[in-house]
C-alpha cells in the first residue's frame, strides 16, 4: 500500500536528509523559524561538508547568521531553472544559474560558485536544492560584472570604426592602417604610370629626332 505524505517544513526535510550543520547553525541563532512558515521560497541548502570548508569554519558565529538571507529567494518557487537565469535573495543579494552540460543529456546546475547535488525537493512552502557549496557575500555581482566586461569588451570590438577582424588570424587591424595601405598602392600606381608615360613620350621624340636626322641626310645627299 501506497501512503502519499505531505511536503514538510523546511526544517524536517533537512533534518531527514541529514544536512545537520544547515539546521544547527542557523536554528541557535534563530533564524528558520521564520523562514519556515515563509510561503513560496526557493531555498539552497549547503551540505555539511560545504560548512566545514575552512573559509566557513574560520567564521564567528554573527558572521555565519549573515549568510542565511544569501540562500532564500522569497515569493518565487523556481521549480525549474535555465541556464542564463538569475535571481535576487531575500536580503538584496543575486543569484546567478549556469547549467553546465556535462556530455550527452546529461546536466549540472550551478548556483554562483555552488554546484546544485539535489534539485526540486517539495517544501511545505516552496522548495529546496542542496548545494555543495555556502553562498558568500558579493559572487553573484562578482560573475555578474565578470561577464558584463566580457561582453563590452567584445562589443567594443565589434563597434569600433576604426577596427576589423582580419581573416586570417582574428586579430584586430586598424582601418587607418588599411585605408593608408590602399592609398599608398594608389599613389604608387599613380608615379609608375606617369614615369612610364614620361619614359614614353621621351623615348619618343628621340626616336623622331632620329628619324628626323635620317631624312635630311638623304635629302643633301639627293641634291648633291
Same mark, same amino acid.
Request: proline letters at 4%.
Given at each position: 500500500?501506497?501512503?502519499?505524505?505531505?511536503?514538510?517544513?523546511?526544517?524536517?526535510?533537512?533534518?531527514?536528509?541529514?544536512?545537520?550543520?544547515?539546521?544547527?547553525?542557523?536554528?541557535?541563532?534563530?533564524?528558520?523559524?521564520?523562514?519556515?512558515?515563509?510561503?513560496?521560497?526557493?531555498?539552497?541548502?549547503?551540505?555539511?561538508?560545504?560548512?566545514?570548508?575552512?573559509?566557513?569554519?574560520?567564521?564567528?558565529?554573527?558572521?555565519?547568521?549573515?549568510?542565511?538571507?544569501?540562500?532564500?529567494?522569497?515569493?518565487?518557487?523556481?521549480?525549474?531553472?535555465?541556464?542564463?537565469?538569475?535571481?535576487?535573495?531575500?536580503?538584496?543579494?543575486?543569484?546567478?544559474?549556469?547549467?553546465?552540460?556535462?556530455? #550527452?543529456?546529461?546536466?549540472?546546475?550551478?548556483? +554562483?560558485?555552488? /554546484?546544485?547535488? *539535489? =534539485? @526540486?525537493?517539495?517544501?511545505? $512552502?516552496?522548495?529546496?536544492?542542496?548545494?555543495?557549496?555556502?553562498?558568500?557575500? #558579493?559572487?553573484?555581482?562578482?560573475?555578474?560584472? +565578470?561577464?558584463? /566586461?566580457?561582453? *563590452? =569588451? @567584445?562589443?567594443?570590438?565589434? $563597434?569600433?570604426?576604426?577596427?576589423?577582424?582580419?581573416?586570417?588570424?582574428?586579430?584586430?587591424?586598424?582601418?587607418?592602417?588599411?585605408?593608408?595601405?590602399?592609398?599608398?598602392?594608389?599613389?604608387?600606381?599613380?608615379?609608375?604610370?606617369?614615369?612610364?608615360?614620361?619614359?614614353?613620350?621621351?623615348?619618343?621624340?628621340?626616336?623622331?629626332?632620329?628619324?628626323?636626322?635620317?631624312?635630311?641626310?638623304?635629302?643633301?645627299?639627293?641634291?648633291?
Amino acid at each position: 500500500m501506497l501512503v502519499l505524505i505531505p511536503p514538510r517544513s523546511l526544517i524536517d526535510t533537512a533534518n531527514n536528509l541529514k544536512l545537520t550543520q544547515f539546521v544547527d547553525v542557523f536554528t541557535k541563532a534563530n533564524l528558520l523559524s521564520e523562514i519556515n512558515k515563509t510561503r513560496g521560497i526557493t531555498i539552497f541548502v549547503p551540505t555539511n561538508e560545504a560548512f566545514n570548508r575552512p573559509e566557513v569554519l574560520a567564521m564567528d558565529a554573527s558572521k555565519k547568521d549573515s549568510l542565511l538571507p544569501l540562500h532564500v529567494i522569497n515569493g518565487t518557487v523556481m521549480y525549474e531553472i535555465k541556464d542564463g537565469m538569475s535571481n535576487q535573495t531575500i536580503n538584496g543579494d543575486t543569484l546567478n544559474f549556469i547549467v553546465k552540460n556535462e556530455g #550527452g543529456s546529461r546536466t549540472t546546475l550551478y548556483v +554562483n560558485n555552488a /554546484k546544485v547535488e *539535489k =534539485s @526540486n525537493v517539495l517544501l511545505g $512552502n516552496g522548495i529546496m536544492y542542496t548545494i555543495d557549496n555556502v553562498l558568500l557575500p #558579493g559572487e553573484g555581482e562578482q560573475n555578474e560584472n +565578470n561577464g558584463s /566586461k566580457d561582453d *563590452k =569588451s @567584445n562589443k567594443e570590438t565589434k $563597434n569600433d570604426p576604426d577596427s576589423k577582424v582580419d581573416g586570417g588570424g582574428g586579430k584586430p587591424m586598424d582601418k587607418k592602417l588599411v585605408i593608408g595601405a590602399v592609398l599608398g598602392g594608389i599613389c604608387g600606381g599613380i608615379v609608375i604610370s606617369l614615369t612610364s608615360c614620361l619614359m614614353y613620350k621621351w623615348y619618343k621624340a628621340q626616336r623622331n629626332a632620329r628619324r628626323a636626322s635620317t631624312s635630311n641626310v638623304i635629302k643633301s645627299n639627293t641634291i648633291a
